[in-house]
Nanobody, 131 residues
């Protein structure tokens, strides 16, 4: 599975953006997906994850209540709706798939937030929140 993130840009504080992650390959629907971000000089950090069937999602505390992850398996795409954006949300955002698949399509492993659980990282998309 190859992934490509898009939808980033410059937005004012309080604004919204919707990021898309498009995938090649019919097996997209078998993988849990995640969004991460990396700001200059900082390590890559977890943002959100969603199970392969889309029934369960997890969020970093810093984005909970402001961001929403979703997916459309028919379109082999995942999304990150970002509302109430703040300057500290500025980063390059990446999508990735978890390396393992699970029989339960709504199972989320406990270490969902660790980057090493993911593979097939797409090229990132820059999000800048500034007035």
């Amino acid at each position: 599975v190859q992934l490509q993130a898009s939808g980033g840009g410059l937005v004012q504080p309080g604004g919204s953006l919707r990021l898309s992650c498009t995938a090649s390959g019919r097996i997209f629907s078998t993988y849990n997906m995640g969004w991460f971000r990396q700001a200059p000089g900082k390590e890559r950090e977890f943002v959100a994850a969603i199970t392969s069937a889309g029934g369960k999602s997890m969020y970093a505390n810093s984005v909970k209540g402001r961001f929403t992850i979703s997916r459309d398996n028919a379109k082999t795409a995942a999304y990150l709706q970002m509302d109430s954006l703040r300057p500290d949300d500025t980063a390059v955002y990446y999508c990735a798939k978890q390396s393992m698949t699970y029989r339960d399509k709504n199972y989320m492993p406990t270490n969902y937030y660790i980057p090493s659980m993911y593979s097939s990282w797409g090229q990132g998309t820059q999000v800048t929140v500034s007035s």
